[in-house]
């Protein structure tokens, strides 16, 4: 079905987000403040996150066990999706990839060339079915390691191969959680240190909160609420904007409607050249100008800018 632009609701608007970071910089707790988050331990972790902030989780061996857990029926009580962490999560494709086809692997067990390719396509095929399926943001969470790049040191996910690339594809924001200064921040702007990824007017350096036994953990809920009252807002121009692409497009519909000779033409020539444009109303109502004089076979005189009548 195709629907308009218009028809967007923001309140229907889930967010994907990619967090990587160094070792012990709090991933895990910053991801799961994210609402009503299921923790998709992969990593087994979860010992590490002090008591309070912990979530529901479950503790996939295998990937197949994971999918049997991402069902709908067992998703009622959850929002949003925390896979800590995604390297441990392709990992537990690689194995799968492999027994789906032999070709995926080596003969050492590795994955050849064409098993990175395959589990690259599963990780965006599940991240697509986590948002649009089962409907519920998701949080991906990453290990940073660092890369000279000649003289510099730059921050990149712990994946490997071309599969790095990958994960961002489905993500609408991403970043480097980091320490600056006493402070911890999360980049999502891209910069000479790392790649990140910020829309909706969500970018730049953050600062986290700090958490302490009073303070809730909510800094990704508020973030998402936050990247949706901008994107609420955005909707909201928009149509306005739509509006008066219609009140346009009436406009010159009447201009076109009175053209029916090239006297007639030339007087209304002026009137389509003052119309304000919004949106794609000037294309639009130029063709159906261009339509008009064509049907009544109206001669254009480029030199003194006036049409004349069919010779």
């Given at each position: 079905?195709?629907?308009?632009?218009?028809?967007?609701?923001?309140?229907?608007k889930r967010?994907?987000?990619?967090?990587?970071?160094?070792?012990?910089?709090?991933?895990?707790?910053?991801?799961?403040?994210?609402?009503?988050?299921?923790?998709?331990?992969?990593?087994?972790?979860i010992?590490?996150?002090?008591?309070?902030y912990?979530r529901?989780?479950?503790?996939?061996?295998?990937?197949?066990?994971?999918?049997?857990?991402?069902?709908?029926?067992?998703?009622?009580?959850?929002?949003t999706?925390?896979?800590?962490?995604?390297?441990k999560?392709?990992?537990?494709?690689?194995?799968w990839?492999?027994?789906?086809?032999v070709?995926?692997?080596?003969?050492?067990?590795?994955?050849?060339?064409?098993?990175?390719?395959?589990?690259?396509?599963?990780?965006?095929?599940?991240?697509?079915?986590?948002f649009?399926?089962?409907k519920?943001?998701?949080?991906?969470v990453?290990?940073?390691?660092?890369?000279k790049?000649?003289?510099?040191?730059?921050?990149?996910?712990?994946?490997?191969?071309?599969?790095?690339?990958?994960?961002?594809?489905?993500?609408?924001?991403?970043?480097?959680?980091?320490?600056?200064?006493?402070?911890?921040?999360?980049?999502l702007?891209?910069?000479?240190?790392?790649?990140?990824?910020?829309?909706?007017?969500?970018?730049?350096?953050?600062?986290?909160?700090?958490?302490n036994?009073?303070k809730?953990?909510?800094?990704?809920?508020?973030?998402?609420t936050?990247y949706?009252?901008k994107?609420?807002?955005?909707?909201?121009?928009?149509?306005e904007?739509?509006?008066?692409?219609?009140?346009?497009?009436?406009?010159?519909?009447?201009?076109?409607?009175?053209?029916a000779?090239?006297?007639?033409?030339?007087?209304?020539?002026?009137?389509m050249?003052?119309l304000?444009?919004?949106?794609?109303?000037?294309e639009?109502?130029?063709?159906?100008?261009k339509?008009?004089?064509?049907?009544?076979?109206?001669?254009?005189?480029?030199?003194?800018?006036t049409?004349?009548d069919?010779?």
């Open positions: 079905m195709i629907r308009q632009a218009t028809d967007i609701i923001p309140s229907e967010i994907r987000i990619l967090l990587a970071g160094y070792p012990g910089i709090g991933k895990s707790t910053l991801a799961l403040s994210a609402p009503k988050a299921l923790h998709i331990d992969t990593d087994f972790g010992d590490r996150i002090e008591p309070q912990r529901p989780f479950i503790q996939p061996a295998t990937y197949e066990e994971l999918l049997s857990d991402l069902v709908p029926d067992n998703m009622d009580d959850f929002e999706l925390v896979f800590d962490t995604g390297g999560l392709l990992d537990l494709m690689k194995p990839a492999i027994r789906k086809d070709k995926n692997g080596k003969r050492d067990g590795n994955l050849s060339l064409q098993g990175y390719g395959e589990v690259g396509r599963e990780f965006v095929r599940l991240m697509d079915y986590c649009y399926e089962l519920k943001h998701i949080v991906v990453f290990h940073a390691i660092e890369e790049d000649g003289e510099n040191t730059r921050l990149r996910l712990m994946v490997e191969g071309q599969t790095r690339n990958n994960v961002w594809i489905p993500m609408d924001l991403g970043g480097y959680i980091e320490m600056v200064g006493n402070d911890r921040t999360l980049g702007s891209n910069c000479e240190r790392y790649y990140a990824k910020g829309t909706r007017g969500i970018n730049g350096i953050i600062k986290i909160p700090a958490l036994g009073n809730q953990n909510d800094f990704l809920t508020n973030l998402f936050k949706n009252e994107n609420a807002q955005e909707v909201a121009v928009y149509e904007r739509v509006k008066e692409y219609e009140r346009v497009m009436e406009e010159g519909r009447n201009i076109i409607s009175n053209v000779d090239a006297h007639s033409a030339n007087d209304m020539a002026k009137a050249g003052e304000k444009h919004v949106l794609t109303s000037r639009e109502i130029g063709e159906e100008w339509a008009k004089i064509a049907e009544l076979g109206l001669v254009y005189d480029s030199k003194t800018k049409y004349g069919p010779q």
